[in-house]
């Protein structure tokens, strides 16, 4: 696609890879058949060609609007267009480019300020977010409902192996699962140890940068990865075998450590080891014999529903669905199994019209192999598919834990 980059956008960090990334578009729509807010709207701005254009447009000196802003929010990052897309387009990248400079150019209204400011505050927090769900499980009558259906129990104490073994790895734990799902890495832990593979942890690690690099807030999102590198390179210098990660839409992230600090010539390094040791737990299980799980699953029904951030992110498709069989699991089929559940971080509380139309067409999709159990790989489709199933939601590794 031909680009002429407007002057005043010249020397913005990050402008040479969005021109490249311009360029390498032939406009070909494939990416249109695949993607989720597209199929919901019918709204040729509403998917990745029309998105392009509109950030294309601004990078060449068009200004840039409430109208341009819609539709970039209306996105779900879900990547689906990557995979489709037979040019290789960096999509996701441009967009966190392009909503950056929309952040800029058109602002936001007070309300929206406050609600964002609110969200990027308390979530990605461990303390605040706990001290969040203790009022808002108190006071539930009066939050909206994208955010009284995320509160969920509170959870309860779990018990972790305090065996060591030769193997070590450490096990990232999160913001928003280690508080609101405790269970799943303290199902991971047992998991692991069964397998012969210690967890560590960091209690100086944070948030992923997840929430903060897709709202339009790269600074602190860079400032997050840093004092994670920071909090784990002591473990990775001692030997540590990788980096694991239970929640697809923070491995995705911590993959790309290196990509996005790379002009940082005091962490460029050190963001790149990260990226290279970090594997989904899927990728660790999936190398391993687990003739001991064999028969966990006694051939109950699973529908897998396979997290954007898995499948188009990672670009892992098919290892949780092999270890889960291999368990004695009988997988079901799902019909659009590329398409988003409509989570996507904080879009379903600040989309959450589109967001719970995607859910429901996801939740009849999973439905149709009529399955015992839903099984996921990440926390924030989780939380938001729990809420409407009548099937019982869990995390794949639940799966595999027998406490």
Not at 326 to 350: N, R
């Amino acid at each position: 696609m031909q680009t002429a980059i407007s002057k005043k956008y010249k020397k913005i960090t990050g402008i040479d890879e969005a021109e490249a990334i311009l360029r390498s578009c032939v406009h070909c729509g494939f990416c249109m058949a695949t993607c989720p807010s597209y199929q919901i709207l019918q709204n040729e701005l509403d998917g990745p060609r029309g998105r392009i254009y509109l950030i294309k447009e601004m990078l060449e000196g068009h200004k840039a609007t409430t109208h341009t802003q819609l539709h970039l929010d209306r996105c779900l990052t879900c990547r689906s267009c990557e995979t489709t897309c037979p040019s290789g387009v960096k999509y996701s990248r441009l967009l966190d480019i392009g909503r950056m400079l929309v952040e800029k150019n058109v602002g936001r209204g007070l309300v929206e300020k406050l609600y964002r400011w609110f969200l990027l505050t308390v979530i990605p927090n461990r303390s605040l977010l706990r001290k969040a769900l203790v009022l808002g499980r108190a006071f539930h009558f009066v939050l909206p409902e994208s955010l009284k259906s995320k509160i969920g129990k509170k959870p309860e104490v779990q018990t972790r192996p305090e065996s060591v073994h030769s193997r070590k790895m450490i096990l990232f734990e999160g913001c928003v699962q280690a508080e609101t799902n405790p269970e799943i890495n303290a199902a991971t832990a047992r998991v692991f140890d069964r397998a012969g593979i210690t967890l560590l942890t960091s209690p100086e690690e944070g948030c992923c940068g997840a929430m903060h690099q897709h709202m339009s807030k790269q600074a602190r999102a860079l400032k997050l990865m840093r004092a994670n590198i920071d909090a784990w390179w002591p473990m990775i210098e001692s030997g540590v075998e990788a980096i694991v990660i239970s929640a697809s839409g923070c491995g995705v992230t911590i993959k790309e450590y290196g990509e996005l600090l790379k002009h940082d010539k005091d962490y460029a390094d050190k963001a790149q080891r990260i990226s290279n040791l970090t594997r989904d737990i899927s990728e660790v299980l999936s190398g391993m014999e687990l003739s001991g799980f064999n028969s966990i699953g006694q051939g109950k029904k699973i529908a897998f529903q396979s997290p954007c951030t898995l499948q188009h992110g990672q670009m892992i498709t098919g290892k949780v669905e092999a270890i889960l069989e291999s368990c004695g699991y009988q997988m079901t089929k799902v019909p659009d199994s590329h398409l988003c559940c409509g989570s996507a971080g904080t879009y379903s509380i600040l989309q959450p019209k589109i967001a719970n139309e995607l859910r429901d067409n996801k939740l009849k999709a999973l439905a149709v192999g009529k399955p015992d159990i839903i099984a996921t790989a990440n926390i924030g489709c989780h939380s938001h598919l729990t809420p409407a199933a009548e099937i019982p939601v869990k995390h794949w590794i639940e799966l595999l834990d027998t406490q």
